[in-house]
Structure formats: C-alpha cells, structure tokens
C-alpha cells in the first residue's frame, strides 16, 4: 500500500468575511466543524477561500490561524499560488514559516506562460522552499493548461509530491499514474468528478462540497478507499446536486449562502463577486434537500 502525504477529504475552506474583514470566531467554527467531521485536511486561502481578493496581510492571518486551530489534529495544505514567482515564494515560505504541512501552488494566472515558463515556475517554488508542494492544474481559471508531460517532469523533483487536477478529464488520473508512479499524490480539484477519479486511482479530493457537507464527502471517501464502490455511487447521487448547485453562481458565493443559511457565517464575499442571485437561491435549496441538509 502506498503511503500518500495528501489524501482523502480535503476541504477547500471558504473565508467568512463580516463587514469587510475576516470573521475570526466564525473560521474557527467552520474549522471545528470540519475537523470533528473527518476531514483528512483542509486548505486555506486557495481559489475557493477568495484567495485573489484578500490583503496579503488576511492571506497570511488566515493561514497562520488555520495551522494554529487545528493543531497537528489534520493536515493543512496552505494556499500559495500567485501569478508572479516571487509571491508564489513569498507565501510557500511563509507557510513553511507557520507550520503548515504543504503548499498548494496554482499554475500562474492572467499572464499565460508557456510549459517551459510554467515548469521553471514550480521548480524556482520547489527548489527555494523545502516543504511539500502540491501543483494545481486549473486551466477554466487560470487561461493555462499544465501539460501531462509537464506534470511527469515536475514529479521528479523531490519538493513536487502531486497535483490537484481541476480539469475535470479522467484520461488524466490513469496516464498520471501510468507515467509518473503511485508515489505521486493524485488529489481531483472537481467534486462531481471526484468518483470516477479515485475509481482510476486518485488519493482523495479538494473539495468546495465538503465546506457544506464533510460528513457525506467523508463517508463518500472512506467507501471508495475500502472499494466499496456501489455505497460510494450512493453518497454521489445524494450529493451530486449540491456539487452542481455549489457554481451555480460565482464561486465561493453559492457555498456563503448555503453556509448562511444553515446558520455557520455570513454570505457575505468580496468584490469583484457578488453575493448569490435571488432567482438561483432555490436551486440551492433543493440541492441542500436532496443531500438531507435542511
């Protein structure tokens, strides 16, 4: 059995946010929460923790706050990502300065570098800082496809330990480990997904769902890690929906308003999102119905 760093249930935190700045008491109680469920880990400030519109000063509070509250007790996968190599480094050093068990490092956004500038990107990344490095492959954000050859390549180095792939094709997943090896940890950043890319083989998920619902997603996980797969089929069919409804909207604003509801936050995002449409909030609703969320 091959031993992942990075597996399981890997919960991609949103950031509460009350009256413009980050709500403290409430991370905490998101954190705990997720924690008590059994969540394998969680990351703070990536895409989904509205990484692209927090102060570095907030990234870096809601980083040391998360290593601080869970304590050991789970693994924290730190967000770490930035369109210029420099803050990539910045913020993996800064993690590693706090404790955090990883980074998770985005390939970069807006400016659309080639394999060759993106493969350099996270070498300078892994080579300047001696802490576990997960890429993270998300080409619908980010204008940039890392290439399976890429991947291969990078996998060499020994700071680089797996890939969170949002791409949603699961072609992926088996060439990965055709190419590269089971050693690499092989993490879907796609929650509908999910199922079929741990049937081929993948060690877990970062999850948007699993803010709203970590105990399904947990129990969804262990029965796919026990090859249980037709219960796992049944967790997927009763949370498929909210894995759909969840970017219904610009994301994190859907996953806000589900946790408002339910009482954990406020909705509240920051601009350039909006909170969630009033015409889509039903669809939400339902789908927080259909995964026995009332």
């Not at 413009?20 to 969540?39: C, H, N, S, W, Y």
């Not at 913020?91 to 060759?116: H, I, M, W």
């Not at 001696?130 to 993270?136: F, S």
């Amino acid at each position: 059995m091959i031993a992942h760093l990075f597996k399981g249930v890997i919960t991609a935190l949103i950031t509460p946010l009350r009256d413009g700045t980050v709500d403290e008491a409430a991370f905490k109680q998101l954190l705990e929460r997720q924690i008590a469920a059994g969540v394998h880990g969680v990351v703070p400030m990536g895409t989904t923790g509205e990484s692209a519109t927090l102060h570095l000063d907030e990234h870096k509070r809601v980083v040391e706050m998360c290593v601080e509250i869970c304590a050991g007790r789970i693994k924290v996968l730190a967000g770490a990502g930035g369109s210029a190599t420099d803050k990539a480094i910045e913020l993996t050093r800064f993690a590693k300065t706090v404790g955090a068990d990883g980074a998770l490092v985005v390939t970069p956004y807006y400016n659309r570098p080639s394999q060759e500038g993106m493969r350099a990107h996270f070498e300078a990344v892994a080579d300047a800082v001696q802490l576990p490095i997960l890429l993270y492959n998300v080409p619908g954000r980010t204008g940039v496809d890392l290439s399976n050859a890429s991947v291969a390549e990078l996998a060499k180095h020994p700071n680089v330990v797996g890939i969170k792939d949002a791409t949603g094709d699961l072609s992926r997943v088996s060439w990965m480990r055709a190419h590269i090896g089971e050693g690499f940890d092989l993490i879907s950043g796609d929650d509908p997904s999910y199922l079929g890319y741990a049937a081929q083989g993948g060690a877990g998920v970062i999850s948007v769902t699993s803010n709203v619902a970590p105990e399904a997603m947990v129990a969804m996980s262990n029965a796919v890690q026990s090859g249980d797969l037709a219960t796992a089929r049944v967790w997927q069919d009763r949370l498929i929906d909210l894995h759909k409804a969840l970017f219904i909207d610009n994301s994190p604003s859907p996953t806000k308003y589900a946790l408002a509801k339910m009482g954990y936050c406020s909705e509240e995002v920051r601009l350039p999102l909006s909170t969630t449409r009033t015409d889509l909030r039903p669809h939400i609703d339902a789908a927080l119905k259909a995964a026995g969320i009332e």
